[in-house]
């Protein structure tokens, strides 16, 4: 039978990272949130605690946690805001395709350096003109002797305005398609490197999203990570491992967003007694519960099936998928209990549901998701 | 210098409490256990002394049941401490505070200690008499409500400050010594998360059960109750403070009746 205790060393984890986020985190999440501002006191103490680069093993500086761990930590983070979570826990992204497709020397320059300090990477794989079809990438990257020159811009980056470093998915030849894509370590240093500006956002307006172009960008053929053409299926293995980590993401969201309505509706009264004690307030408390419920149960399977070693694809696209529609259905319906309250600024469920509304997008799109559950689902029965 | 620091496990402000079954005691089933905030404050002050004087050690020393006082103890490992000894009280549930010293001091006299420090009071029953008894089983002097605690290595004596009256007290003294700090003066540090996990790792000393007769010439808890549920409240929605005056004003005189 399953056990779904967790350990004593996950039991502490889940305290810091609760103690973080509720102390740290939430006293600053609506300022953020309306000034977009991008808190970097904040990030840095992240730093400090181990919080930013989780899947890093320790000998090169990170935390060394599986799956199951920093989903834990994801969404106590995401309970108190889900636009600092997402930059907090970018650098897991930007960092896996190394971890992964890296050899013992790349992971030696590259990530003891940068785990030593509080810095971000950000993972550049999505263009202006698309995000999902990844084999269809325009950047180009052109050797020259025993460089690459990269050329082309990549969109909706997060923490592009601010990172030191990028791993880049850019063509050999567009004509292979996926055959063609590779995978860079590009330093922000780099001549031809710019990072654009902030873009404004609907929501994890806490977090920073950028441009980055690449005009004649060469890079040393010592930072591709596998060989040309490897960079594909690097990309969809990263996600792999990251993907599950935003169901917890969204199931932080939602469970914020229940905890709100239950205590709204204990306290607001209607026809002479609290809200709660309406069956169709009741109802909607039941719905959301039992919906975070199997969202969290999703993602803890999901990550425990990467922990032992299997790839876990099917299991994290349903765990993404299921969890982030969940958190957008629960913050809707958070935002309905409050009512006419819940549609003003003031109150602070109309933050969760634009910050529930982007972990549909992000990390796989949900229905790039349900094309790969199927495709997984079908394949089982061939 | 060897320092030790006294710990105890205390329920998170934010647990909701509720009696156990016999009505003596707090159910410990449904709480979450956590170090008590006046010895965050000890355990802060043992590691910038730690910090400040190259080679010392501290250990911690905490008293109770399990799983919660090694689980204090590893918080305070995570924290920085170097060692932990864990002092059994097997099921007791509320121990007489003079018991509790006597067991510590027992606990205490092997380890070298030139200093101990520990919260003022606990942070559940708030009582606050362990420190000065642990002081008089262990033969020592000690101090009490410290915010700020030195070491003079030149003149060989602490040098500590305390919170009275509309003032401070500059105080000295030799080791050893048991000093029981205030909360929160110097803004506990967290432990990072390799520290945490790191902590998980470290043996921790187990002292067997010591004899905790409650009742035996000792106080004894005898009933546990939380306080009546408050009557609702009544919110008054409000534009302006002087709008709420008014809103109030006339309640208090039409429904309330506390004005003619």
Redesign the interface.
Known sequence: MPDFSLSPEQESLRDLARKFARTEMAPHAAECDRTARFPEEIYRKAFELGLMNLNVPTEYGGSGLGVLDQCLIVEELAYACGGMTTSIIANCLALEPILLGGTPEQKERFLKPFCADYQFASFALTEPSGGSDAGALRTRARREGDHYVLDGEKCFITNAPHASLYTVFATVDPALRHKGVTAFVVPRTTEGVTPGKDEEKMGHRASSTGTVRFDGARVPAANRLGGEGDGFSLAMRTLDQTRTPIGSLATGIAQAALDHAAAYALKRHSFGKPIAEHQAIQIKLANMAQSIHAARLLTWHAAWKIDRGERGTLESSIAKCFASDAALHVADEALQTFGGYGYMKEYPVEKLLRDAKLTQIYEGANEIQRSVIARELLRSYE | MEIVVCVKPVPEGETRLRASADGASLDPEAVKFVLAGYDESAVEQALLLKESLPGSKVHAVSLGPA?RTE?VL??AI?LGCDAATWVDSGPAASPDPIDVARALAAALAPLPHDLVLLGKQAGDDEEGLVPAALAEFLGVPDVGHVVDLRWDAGRSRFTFRRAVEAGQETWEAPAPLVVALQQAWNDPR?????A??K??KVPIARVPPVALVPGVGRSQSVRFELPPPRSGARLVDFQTPEQAAEKLVKLLREEAKVFP
């Not at chain 2, 967290?190 to 390799?194: G, S």
């Open positions: 799983p689980e590893r918080a995570a967290t432990a990072k998360l390799p945490i996990l902590s998980r």
